[in-house]
């Protein structure tokens, strides 16, 4: 079945600047990939997803870029704010599958 | 729309309790899930629903049963409660449209201690 792992665990930064987390997949027939933010004592809120005919798509500070052959898949976060801490989570599914796979989740602290 | 409603969101039980974690979507949605949260780790699929009346399990559904009987509704129950089911609770909700899959919402989490 499919794995999903995602890295780094933690990650810190400094206001301002760029955060990137990276997502493996193992299925190759996955097709969509949500990425989740999660504040604390919340369920998870879907904040960009891409779908495996695109290469990369953007919304504002944030982005997610897919690589089919390498089977990764990551999120970019520019411009850092203190208020993007938080726990995100990549996740895998395909169509007839309807499961979503998560990964182990990526604690990002922005600092002031 | 309210989207997906868990209820309790917090629940201390005793070891060999029993309790249902209630789940309510309002946006027709015919998918529905249950996924558990432990300290650390990513969700675990507990089970799935693809339509009134039809479910089934997923990755760690030992311990716990669904039913299905509506669009809407989609309660998890606990059968004699074990301190291994102290986790955080999330139901989900999502649709086909087209052969694509859409709009996996998650409720706010019902947070489960067995003592």
């Known amino acids: 079945g499919e794995n999903v792992e995602q890295h780094p665990s933690t990650l810190s930064v400094q206001e301002g600047d760029s955060a990137v987390i990276k997502c493996t997949y193992s299925d190759s027939a996955s097709n969509y990939f949500p990425w989740y933010k999660q504040e604390l004592g919340k369920g998870p809120q879907l904040i960009i997803d891409i779908r495996s005919n695109v290469g990369e798509k953007k919304d504002q500070r944030i982005a997610v870029t897919l690589n089919k052959t390498a089977k990764h898949f990551s999120l970019h976060i520019t411009e850092t704010q203190p208020e993007d801490s938080a726990v995100y989570f990549c996740?895998?599914?395909?169509?007839?599958?309807?499961?979503?796979?998560f990964g182990t989740g990526t604690r990002l602290l922005v600092s002031p | 729309n309210a989207g997906v409603t868990q209820t309790p969101k917090f629940r201390i039980l005793k070891i060999g309790q029993s309790m249902t974690l209630q789940c309510t979507q309002d946006m027709n949605h015919n998918y529905m899930y249950w996924y558990r949260q432990d300290p650390g780790m990513g969700l675990k699929l507990i089970y799935y629903s693809v339509g009134a009346g039809i479910t089934d399990k997923g990755e760690v559904p030992n311990g716990y049963n669904v039913s299905r009987s509506t669009t809407e509704d989609f309660p998890l129950r606990l059968e004699l409660a074990a301190p291994s089911q102290t986790s955080v609770y999330f139901c989900?909700?999502?649709?086909?449209?087209?052969?694509?899959?859409?709009?996996?919402?998650f409720g706010s989490g019902t947070r489960l201690t067995v003592v």
């Open positions: 996740a895998a599914t395909y169509t007839g599958f309807q499961k979503l796979v």
């Open positions: 989900a909700s999502s649709y086909s449209q087209g052969g694509r899959d859409y709009g996996y919402t």
